[in-house]
């Protein structure tokens, strides 16, 4: 929940995010990889990433909506977990946790997560207000009081 404003530059529309914003990104990139979960078009997300010069490039995940998906109360969440299931099959799971920031999450990806074989930190940030700090400084709390390496964080722009 990045909540960029939408500027028109000539014939086309970017997202632009504030100063605050772009610090908030980067320090949560700065415990671990990002991983975009977002219904945005790639290049709008493209145009985010150019905007936050991260060291590591975010990693993409897929929205696949199936039927039934948008009556629940996470829509996202079978994406999100037939990603991190094909990430772990191909060796590519490198991160000892997953924080998932997101103004969407229901009772089903907190039942999702005690189960998941790892830790996950679910913050819910307001819609209007998106990312602020004390969601950073929970997520730096996690981290550390986990002791983990590398985790990978959700963020919806």
């Known amino acids: 929940m990045l909540n960029p404003k939408l500027v028109r530059v000539?014939?086309?529309v970017?997202?632009?995010l504030s100063d605050v914003k772009l610090a908030r990104v980067r320090r949560l990139a700065a415990k671990g990889r990002i991983a975009w979960v977002s219904s945005?078009?790639?290049d709008m997300i493209a145009k985010l990433e150019a905007?936050?010069?991260l060291e590591a490039e975010p990693l993409r995940v897929t929205i696949?909506?199936?039927p039934g998906d948008e009556d629940r109360p996470t829509p996202k969440l079978r994406s999100?977990?037939?990603w991190l299931d094909r990430m772990d099959a191909a060796g590519e799971a490198d991160w000892d946790a997953v924080v998932w920031i997101d103004d969407v999450l229901g009772p089903d990806v907190h039942e999702w997560a005690h189960t998941f074989g790892k830790p996950v930190l679910l913050e819910k940030p307001d819609p209007v207000t998106g990312l602020t700090d004390a969601h950073v400084v929970?997520?730096?709390v996690f981290i550390n009081?986990?002791?983990v390496g590398t985790p990978t964080h959700k963020e919806q722009p």
Do not use: F, I, N, Y
Request: zero cysteines; hydrophobic letters at 30%; glycine letters at 12%.
């Open 14 to 16: 970017e997202p632009h």
């Open 80 to 82: 999100v977990a037939r």
């Open 145 to 147: 009081e986990q002791g």
């Open 40 to 42: 945005w078009q790639g």
């Open 138 to 140: 929970a997520v730096q």
């Open 64 to 66: 696949t909506m199936r």
């Open 51 to 53: 905007q936050l010069h």
């Open 10 to 12: 000539g014939d086309s």
